[in-house]
């Protein structure tokens, strides 16, 4: 297969963990005989260093016109402590979306077996948890209408949902549950906001066409508990942007690092995988950073386009260096394995995804591993 690859490396450590994406990227072409073409361009605060706005008319059109985009992190700390700052880097991932149409993300949380003890929360709790959060993208306060009034003292967001927009993420979420194990769980407020009686009503009609998925619902502030006290209880977790927003980093700690969320934003002709961490400025350039999440972004990429076996084909080869230790320092504590280094083991192990394999354990307990 032929695919047009735009690459957004964005700000942070989002150049670092993107090239590792790249790497594993490179190493399917390989293995598997595609052609993969890229091109790179600004987004974010290094954008608005160098072009003066955070998604440039050239970066846009740039992903207009690819097959996908792959996006690293965006963010600056000059930004986020500056609330008079009037252009800011999240605008223009904001705006990416809205113009592209990426009105579903698609979040996978999961507990890897061999990153148990690594949890701040307890083994018989995550163990077993695999659930995916499907959370709309394009509306709710997000995008609405934002006011101040003239003395600087009253502020408001209007959050505002359509059918349409409700109805359209929702049949992804059910189809992805069909192929699932089946359940379906709303995530909202109907209790106090409108726009959640509005979910809940169009969800509830939609699911009558899905007769074989169990549908549940919950108020946002029960879920953010249950994700903590009983996570294996989810299979697709459907829910608005902000709520969507926070819950899917709330999963982050059920692996043991954020570092280790992988995410997909589609639309109907586009789409957009990125790591759901932010831009962690104070990592940039020291070679720490966790690369896996965007690599696992890359295998959603894969799988976007049909390509099951190659997207297995990573994911084996991250199952791999988890379970060898070969892993950043924000997993092992200890572990003298760099980004790079990470990305070069997952990269080489693309091609041979047995387990059968010879390693030198000394060497890896010295970060520097030695495969036969």
Known sequence: M?????LLPGDGIGPEVLAQAVKCLQAVEETFNHQFVYKEAPVGAIAIKKKGAPLPDNTLKLCKEADAVLFGAIGDPKFDNDPNAKVRPEQGLLKLRKE????????????????????????DIISG????????LTGGIYFGEKKLNEEGTIASDLCEYSEGEISRITHLAFKAAKTRKKKLTLVDKANVLESSRLWRKVVTKIGESYPEVALDFLFVDNAAMQIILNPSQFDVILTENMFGDIISDEGSVIGGSIGLLASASVGEENALFEPIHGSYPQAAGKDIANPIASILSAAMLLEHFDLGEEA????KAVDKALKKGIVTPDLKPKSQYGTNQVGDFIAH???????DFNMNDENIDLGKSTII
């Open 2 to 6: 032929n695919l047009n690859i735009a």
């Open 100 to 123: 592209l149409g990426l009105f579903a993300n698609i979040r996978p949380v999961q507990a890897y077996p061999s990153l148990l003890d690594k949890s701040p929360l307890k083994k």
């Open 129 to 136: 948890t695999d659930f995916v959060i499907y959370r709309e």
């Open 312 to 315: 297995l084909a990573i994911k």
């Open 349 to 355: 192990n693309i091609v041979d995804i047995e387990d």
